[in-house]
């Protein structure tokens, strides 16, 4: 059984420049997140998708980052003229709906801004 | 909003030796669960707890839900070299398991 899988594993971009990070969830899963992890911090809450729900954004830092889930399924992260504070690990989980619910979580995407 | 305060912040052990680690919460959480996370991967859950003093076990591991629900504590016994990485505690921000709040993790090393 396929877990949640995250593409690229790395990015390394150039200061200003767009990129699009990939999550593909776990078949069945309902529930999509994104989370940023800095070094050596944990993890910080980005936005959450739930079924044909209108998403929770309430953690994205800034109006550069947006995400969008077609079909109920896979998701892309995209940030706009991307800053050097913006380098982190992206994680994205998924899970079923419901309380108690386990979050299961992708490898990530290492981003490095140039 | 919600902050969870983990301590200590670096563990350096030797194999064989019990483990003990906290999160504090300066609000209440109805839930705390308790990932692990390797290198180059994504957190992986422990252990989850429901309710205000609940003691769970998961082979060595063993996590209690603190009575006040602002806070919780792991503990590894007989610790193995398998037990290296990033413990993080974890909390809902809001009641049910949706979008979670993360504590700044404690890194496990084990001495050989």
């Known amino acids: 059984g396929a877990g949640v899988s995250q593409s690229p594993s790395n990015k390394v971009t150039e200061k200003g420049k767009d990129v699009e990070l990939r999550c593909d969830p776990i078949?069945?899963?309902?529930?999509l997140y994104w989370y940023r992890q800095s070094l050596g911090q944990g993890l910080e809450f980005l936005i959450y998708?739930?079924?044909?729900?209108?998403?929770?954004k309430s953690g994205l830092p800034s109006d550069r980052f947006s995400a969008e889930r077609t079909g109920g399924s896979v998701s892309t992260l995209t940030i706009q003229r991307t800053q050097q504070e913006d380098s982190a690990v992206y994680l994205c989980?998924?899970?079923?709906?419901?309380?108690?619910?386990?979050?299961?979580f992708g490898p990530g995407t290492r981003l490095t801004v140039l | 909003g919600q902050q969870l305060n983990q301590s200590p912040q670096s563990m350096f052990i030797q194999e064989g030796e019990d483990v003990s680690m906290n999160c504090t919460s300066s609000?209440?959480?109805?839930?705390w669960l308790w990932y692990k996370q390797e290198p180059g991967e994504g957190p992986v859950l422990l252990i989850a707890l429901y309710k205000a003093g609940e003691l769970t076990s998961n082979g060595r591991l063993t996590a209690q839900f603190g009575i006040t629900r602002k806070d919780s504590f792991l503990n590894i016994s007989a610790s193995i070299p398998s037990d290296v990485g990033i413990y993080f505690c974890a909390g809902p921000v809001n009641f049910g398991n949706e979008k979670l709040t993360f504590g700044t993790g404690t890194r496990l090393t084990i001495i050989p």
């Open positions: 078949s069945g899963h309902t529930a």
């Open positions: 998708f739930q079924g044909n729900s209108a998403p929770d």
């Open positions: 989980a998924s899970s079923l709906t419901g309380v108690r619910n386990e979050q299961f």
């Open positions: 609000s209440i959480f109805n839930t």
